[in-house]
């Protein structure tokens, strides 16, 4: 594997959720680095970490050090200094030769779609303003020639330290009712499969869009009450939100950058990775 150092990688917002897992899952295989906007000890400590702060700091600084051959960006925050930030890192990436980029985007670049699943190749059209500052960053992104840039879309990601987990763990235990939208069909992904399939790419030198959900479909108020379920909760409160009274999709599956099948996953094959 020592050949695989051959890539200089910076991870935009490595303190992340996210960006934390696939720091972990990298760094021992290719020199790879990361930007922090939360002060810690452990970032502090860590040569490999930059304090960056998109809303003030020039990412040029960070990448004139770094000089790294591929960007991961996880960053998350404000929407407006994001935007500025992924400019700058764009007008590197296409200057650079040796450099290329990868954008992590959501489902919800779909989500103003209901009638059908989502594929690589179908118009993007959202309601939301996330899903549409998704669409603003990768239309970005993809105005680089094809072999420079890589988008996954990500449905709902699980994992044990995920966000989404801890959150349902705290309704429950405040004993708050827990949302459940009985009409939505999606699919979801685990973080460890995320950062496995990230890997591939970067190892087999893909680009292009993939989506990188799990290949079934479930509804959102079965699944959430079957990880309630995994997690143990006695008696939990539910409070059933009807968004259309007719069933909506928003999953993201893939037809024409299918991955291997061992970097694929089922939805039932998440719950054995978080307890």
């Known amino acids: 594997m020592a050949t695989l150092k051959k890539h200089r990688i910076l991870i935009l917002g490595v303190s992340g959720y996210l960006g934390s897992a696939i720091y972990k899952e990298l ?8 930007t922090y906007r939360t002060p810690l000890l452990a970032f502090e400590n860590n040569k490999q970490f930059y ?12 990448l004139n050090v770094v000089k790294p051959t591929l960007i991961i960006s996880a960053l998350r925050g ?33 989500d103003a779609y209901s009638k059908y699943p989502s594929y690589e190749s179908d118009t993007t059209l959202s309601n939301s303003v996330y899903g549409h500052f998704k669409i603003r960053l990768e239309h970005l992104f993809l105005k680089l020639p094809p072999k420079k840039v890589a988008i996954l879309r990500l449905p709902m990601v699980f994992g044990a330290p995920s966000p989404r987990l801890n959150e349902l763990k705290l309704l429950l235990e405040l004993d708050v009712p ?26 087999r030198n893909k680009y292009g869009i993939f989506h990188v959900g799990s290949k079934d479909l479930v509804h959102h108020d079965d699944f959430i009450k079957d990880l309630v379920s995994k997690i143990g909760a006695k008696n939990p409160k539910f409070k059933l939100v009807y968004t259309t009274n007719d ?10 950058n299918t991955l291997p099948k061992h970097l694929q996953m089922y939805s039932l094959e998440l719950f054995d990775s978080l307890f």
């Not at 990436?93 to 980029?101: A, D, F, G």
Request: with cysteine.
């Open 51 to 62: 304090h960056y702060d998109f809303e003030v700091d020039d990412i040029f600084e960070i």
């Open 78 to 110: 404000d929407f407006a200094a994001q935007l500025t930030a992924h400019k700058h890192v764009f007008e590197y990436v296409s200057c650079e030769k040796k450099c290329k980029m990868i954008f992590l985007s959501s489902a919800n670049v779909f």
């Open 247 to 256: 069933e909506r999709y928003l999953a993201v599956l893939p037809k024409e």
């Open 27 to 34: 760094h021992p295989y290719y020199q790879t680095f990361g």
């Open 178 to 203: 827990i949302e459940l939208f009985p009409n939505l069909i999606m699919n979801v992904v685990s973080d460890r499969k995320v950062t496995q399939q990230l890997h591939y790419i970067i190892n």
